[in-house]
């Protein structure tokens, strides 16, 4: 029997240098998302030669509980009184309501899991980086709030004139606490800092002790903004700030330029179709008309001139003015116009969404930004006393009254709509809502936050209803889970509390990154006595391998765990495995004498099903621990079948890739030592094996 073996399908060169170069392409990328300080600074320094603000790709890793530090909290849930076949629906609604709640105190990353042990049910929540746990139990440890509101058309209630005087009394008493402290400002500016910390009233500028950073562009501090831009640092205003809520005494802590600003007037003539308009003109009516104004307009008349045309609403009173503004207050093509003339210069016709403008400009200044310090005496207002009117207006009906609530689909539709069962007193209840809302939009509020307002079509008697919708499937199963978890008598109780602190977290790290560099050390030399050349280049391409993973563990992401991390120093282990299995296989086919690409080529084919089997059992564990296991070994299984798909691309495309290339060079071949398996200059052309052979 006769054996061909083909060196024709033995990839180009040209097609090498281009996968080469892709690799290298995919190493910039990945490793500017891994580590992007300096693609950060060559992106600003691109920014600034060519005048635009490109975004920084900084993003950081999600770190656990055990890395960043923060608490666990096991809580258990009292289901004694909700049928078993409703257990795991309601566990579900609760779980649902935890995420929501710890979502609202800005936890990074919550973890909720349910699980069940026997017949007791499991609430384990992990709080990554909290501050104040306290508040974390109490908020989490609540029972759901489920009510049913109506519209509130109630007219607002009106202060008694003992309420009014109770405000004329505290702002009187606000009002001499602020000049006493304006006086010991003025006499002593250094004791400003003192003076804050003493008796300011805002909670929140107090922890900067009142320092409110640069305001111009603030909206908040406006009033602040407009009486301390044109002082000096260190300067104390000399009056007291008013606002409709605070007194406030100011000092000046730094001062830079911001720019200039102008003062203009225009006028503004519409046309149909304009934002905001009215008119009925066309376009080029509108056209013609501002074109015949401004040949008329001067710096003298133009004021005037704006008073009596244009269709700006007020114009009539204030000549089109707007007041001083800087660039990006205005629309671009109106700034750009304005910034543009010198001062009494009028425009030429300006196009904006709004219609035609002419711009008069009658001034330009410099303009600072201002840094500032400030005291806050709070004042009274109506509000105190009398609070807003609510839009909506409790009703009798609660979660106590629902039965339960289900994904249902309408008949006719076929849509996702949710389904609502009341108990007897609900039902009348319910009746008398719905016949007291005909046409009118009644509101479900689940802890305090409205999460669907249906329309009443008409009387509902039978105690049942559907909340209709643009609805998905999972939309509607959601609502209904959340439904049930305010409807279901479902307390919790604390039963353990974990708090792990941030320096734990931070040496936990550092222990497993020490681990990780000396693994990687051991790796590297055992690749480089035993195979040598094709070692080397294995452990560079273990160095993509890293910084891809890195890259993806940021991009997902991926919540990085100390058991997360052990499985990706796994699968780094594993990604060498393979390439020892291809190189021992290159030493095979070195001793059958063929050349160095032919056995570099057969190596790869023949080490490929090895590798690929042993790579999908070990997936196919990560998939079982994945989704049976607890939230610690998911990390783990979640961060090594990552590593796992990623060493198969560093090992059969990366490391084959670069060997491709590096064995097209002559000195590869004249140099057999830097290869396993071979003793002499390895041949250039057709080997033994490709020539037919008898077996």
């Not at 409205?450 to 499937?473: D, H, R, Y």
């Amino acid at each position: 029997m006769k054996q061909q073996v083909s060196a024709g399908s033995i990839m180009g060169r040209s097609a090498v240098k281009k996968r080469v170069a892709l690799l290298v392409v995919l190493l910039v990328v990945t490793a500017s998302v891994a580590y992007p300080a300096p693609a950060d600074k060559v992106l600003a320094t691109v920014g600034d030669w060519v005048g635009l603000k490109i975004p920084s790709i900084e993003k950081p890793f999600v770190l656990g509980l055990d890395l960043q530090g923060g608490t666990r909290l096991e809580y258990s849930a009292d289901l004694s009184r909700v049928d078993e076949s409703e257990q795991r629906s309601a566990m579900d609604g609760v779980r649902d309501v935890i995420e929501r709640r710890v979502n609202t105190i800005g936890v990074s990353e919550p973890l909720v899991q349910i699980g069940q042990a026997g017949k007791d049910w499991r609430v384990t929540v992990e709080l990554a980086g909290i501050q104040d746990i306290s508040d974390a139990i109490t908020l989490i440890g609540e029972t759901p709030i489920l009510e049913f509101k109506e519209q509130n058309t109630e007219p607002q209630r009106q202060l008694t004139d003992e309420e009014r005087g109770q405000i004329v009394e505290a702002n009187t008493a606000a009002d001499a606490k602020a000049d006493e402290m304006l006086k010991k400002a003025l006499d002593d500016p250094g004791s400003f800092e003192q003076l804050v910390a003493e008796t300011t009233e805002d909670t929140t500028t107090k922890g900067s002790n009142g320092d409110l950073g640069f305001i111009k562009t603030n909206p908040d501090y406006l009033e602040i903004y407009d009486a301390t831009k044109q002082k000096d640092a260190g300067t104390v205003y000399p009056n007291v700030i008013t606002t409709p809520r605070w007194n406030i005494i100011a000092r000046v802590e730094e001062v830079k330029d911001a720019g200039t600003e102008i003062f203009a007037h225009h006028i503004l003539i519409r046309y149909a179709g304009a934002t905001n308009s009215t008119s009925t003109r066309t376009k080029e009516d509108a056209r013609a008309l501002i074109e015949d104004i401004k040949a008329g307009a001067t710096s003298e008349n133009f004021i005037d001139t704006a008073m009596t045309t244009s269709e700006e609403p007020g114009a009539n009173e204030t000549g089109g003015a707007l007041g001083w503004f800087s660039i990006g207050d205005m629309v671009k093509a109106f700034e750009d116009a304005a910034f543009a003339l010198p001062v009494d210069g009028i425009s030429d016709v300006v196009e904006t969404q709004f219609g035609y403008h002419l711009i008069y400009k009658s001034g330009e200044r410099s303009v600072n930004d201002v840094r500032v310090r400030a005291i806050f005496i709070k004042k009274t207002m109506e509000s105190d006393i009398v609070p807003p009117q609510e839009d909506w207006k409790n009703t009798e009906l609660t979660g106590k009254n629902l039965k339960r609530a289900y994904l249902d689909f309408d008949p006719n539709m076929g849509a996702a709509q949710v389904a609502l069962t009341f108990d007897d007193e609900g039902t009348k209840m319910f009746a008398d809502i719905t016949r007291r809302n005909v046409g009118q939009p009644v509101a479900i509020f689940l802890d305090n936050q409205p999460i669907s307002v249906p329309t009443v079509e008409s009387e509902i008697t039978g105690g049942q209803a559907v909340i209709s919708g643009n609805f998905t499937i999972v939309e509607a199963k959601l609502l209904a889970q959340r439904l049930n978890a305010g409807a279901l008598p479902v307390p919790i109780n604390l039963i353990a509390q974990q708090s792990v602190g941030p320096t734990l977290g931070r040496d936990s790290v550092n222990a497993s990154l020490i681990a990780s560099l000396w693994g990687f050390a051991l790796v590297a030399l055992f690749m480089l006595l035993l195979y040598r050349l094709p070692g080397l280049l294995a452990i560079l391409n273990l160095g993509l391998y890293v910084v891809v993973s890195l890259a993806i563990f940021k991009l997902v992401p991926v919540t990085l765990t100390l058991a997360g991390i052990a499985g990706f120093i796994l699968s780094i282990g594993i990604a060498v495995d393979a390439n020892v299995l291809v190189f021992e296989r290159f030493k095979e086919e070195i001793k059958l004498g063929k050349s160095l690409r032919n056995a570099l080529e057969e190596a790869f084919k023949r080490a490929w099903t090895s590798i690929r089997d042993g790579n999908m059992t070990t997936l196919i564990s990560c998939a079982v621990l994945y989704w049976f296991s607890s939230s610690i070994i998911k990390g783990f299984a979640l961060t090594l079948a990552i590593g796992i798909l990623l060493s198969m691309f560093s090992a059969v495309v990366a490391t084959r890739t670069v060997l491709r290339y590096v064995s097209g060079f002559g000195w590869a071949q004249r140099n057999p030592w830097l290869f396993p398996g071979t003793r002499k200059p390895m041949p250039t052309g057709t080997d033994s094996s490709d020539r037919p052979t008898t077996v």
